[in-house]
């Protein structure tokens, strides 16, 4: 009955979290399935979790959506997260961990900065859009966790907060077929891990629809900042988790 209501709480959370920022799920179910499942598995179940969550929000926000905002970075990120995926069980996981950690307190220091120096990024270059999917790919196929950069990346090019989660929830979305399928396929997850999956849906449909409702009083700004500060206490979650 416990890991009922830990698959419960944690969806729900994870629904809130996802629909007010557009990412952050896969971070908020790691701090909770990796008690009740292996790392790996932990992730399937994650990303399997908020699917109908994603549908939720991409059919909401369907009409600001862009196709070609998401193909060339979707591709990227894809690729690294299927060679990542096949590398999960020979990495040291808690090396990766204080990696991932260090890379998001550096990058929420350096936006809360520039969000407080009012100091806006027009765009991004094209180099910095690769090095972004590939390394939110790497650490997706590793531990379900692809949503901050991916995220600081969508917020830079959208210029509204509908656009913003249309783009982010729809790349999720895909990515969240693909991955599942081939966590299938090679036997990562099995038809046992459903049961959390069944109970974490309810959570995140829940967590969800909260957020679809504060979410419209929210401007971008404000959610840049929610965005940044997530980012970063994301990153002192993972670094303290290593040590």
Known sequence: MS???????AAMLAGFVQGVTGFGSGIVMMVFLPHLLPINQSAGVSTLTMVVANVMVVWHYRKYFEWRKIIKPFLIYISMAIISLHLSSGLPAGHLKLLLGLLLVILSLYYVIMNWKSI???????????IFALISGFFNGM??????????????????????LSSIQTFFLIDTFIMTSLRFANGILSLNNLKYVAIGIIGSIIGTFIANRLVSHLNISFMKTLIYIFIGLSGIYYIAMTL
């Open 3 to 9: 890991w009922i209501i830990i698959m419960l709480v």
């Open 120 to 130: 806006t990024i027009s765009r991004i270059p094209l180099f910095v859009m690769v």
């Open 143 to 164: 531990f379900g966790i692809g949503g901050p950069l991916m995220a600081l990346y969508f917020l830079t090019i959208s210029d509204s907060k509908e656009k913003y």
